[in-house]
């Protein structure tokens, strides 16, 4: 078996993350406090809806040839013009942020 390098931390972070805050915690919630489960999931739609865009869009760069710093920081520019868009698009208080700022 071969190590996993960088994926292997990323993997070993979210995995627990992803547990814990979406199964556990809200379990936690509804025991101690009453709040439902789904109310709590239905908090995070939006986060969701902008992970798995954000996954379709621009999953591929991981594998693309980066060799230079200015193909580094144009590959990174896009990904953070490509999130900042799905914020706008998908995240009401994002966008009322936002556009508080821009002005």
Aim: net charge positive; aromatic share 14%.
């Amino acid at each position: 078996m071969y190590p996993l390098g960088i994926y292997g931390v990323a993997l070993g972070t979210a995995i627990p993350m992803v547990i814990f805050r979406g199964l556990v915690f809200p379990w936690l919630l509804q025991h101690e406090l009453g709040v439902p489960i789904g109310r709590y999931w239905r908090t995070h739609a939006a986060a969701i809806y902008v992970l798995a865009a954000m996954l379709l869009l621009t999953g591929g760069v991981a594998w693309l040839p980066i060799v230079t710093w200015p193909a580094l920081v144009g590959a990174g520019l896009v990904v953070i013009a490509v999130f900042f868009a799905l914020v706008l698009a998908f995240v009401p208080d994002g966008r009322r942020w936002m556009i508080g700022k821009l002005r």
